[in-house]
């Protein structure tokens, strides 16, 4: 099936640094979401985005729909080690519409 | 907040039965569902979409034979792995669409095929 193209697919730092990830597509979305899904559980939504441009945060997440409405990034700010998990950029074509998911990017956090 | 209640967590079969998972929404109505199946450090990919009181829509390469669908009931939506063989072996997620908006996740299947 399709899929996005989400960089990278992990990353290992320290505590406290900051952490950006991106998903590029070939097609257009109207809206991009960003989930964290641990391990043995389903994904859980932690940013929604619905107009090219938005940025939105969500405590110390923070996360962007790219203008050309083919891309978007997650930053995570000064990051603990509960951010600890994978993070998956989804995109949908239409409001109620089926999700496509990116690959995933596994972060794992240094104390 | 939506609440989806996925069941069982974990099972393991032996090869050649069928196994059903089972996805309910808690606090609200949910007119679709989706089921996804996600292998090990890979992503979601989408099986089908679930529509109460009609026939599931399945993605392309995915048998409809042997994932049946039945989504009978606002709060329901059912799984049934027929025939499983050990590469049915994966982790089973569905989720709800609780508003135009809004897709809550459940906790996912862990099924193993012996």
């Known amino acids: 099936g399709q899929q996005l193209n989400q960089s990278p697919q992990s990353m290992f730092i320290q505590e406290g640094e900051d952490v950006s990830m991106n998903c590029t597509s070939s097609?257009?979305?109207?809206?991009w979401l960003w989930y964290k899904q641990d391990p043995g559980e389903g994904p859980v939504l932690l940013i929604a985005l619905y107009k090219a441009g938005e940025l939105t945060s969500n405590g110390r997440l923070t996360a962007q729909f790219g203008i050309t409405r083919k891309d978007s990034f997650l930053n995570i700010s000064a990051s603990i080690p509960s951010d600890v998990g994978i993070y998956f950029c989804a995109g949908r074509y239409n409001q109620g519409g089926k999700l496509i998911f990116g690959q995933g990017t596994e972060l794992s956090v240094k104390p | 907040g939506a609440v989806v209640s996925q069941h069982p967590s974990r099972v393991i079969c032996k090869s050649g039965t069928s196994v059903k998972i089972e996805c309910r929404s808690l606090d609200f109505q949910a007119t679709t569902m989706f089921w996804y199946r996600q292998f090990p450090k890979q992503s979601l990919m989408l099986m089908a979409t679930?529509?109460?009181?009609?026939?599931?829509?399945?993605e392309q390469g995915v048998e409809k034979d042997k994932f049946l669908i039945n989504h009978a009931s606002l709060t329901l939506s059912t799984l049934t792995v027929t025939s499983a063989h050990p590469e049915d072996s994966s982790f089973y997620i569905c989720s709800a669409r609780e508003s135009i908006d809004g897709y809550t996740f459940g906790s996912g299947t862990r099924l193993t095929v012996v």
């Open positions: 679930s529509n109460e009181g009609s026939k599931a829509t399945y």
């Open positions: 097609s257009i979305f109207n809206t």
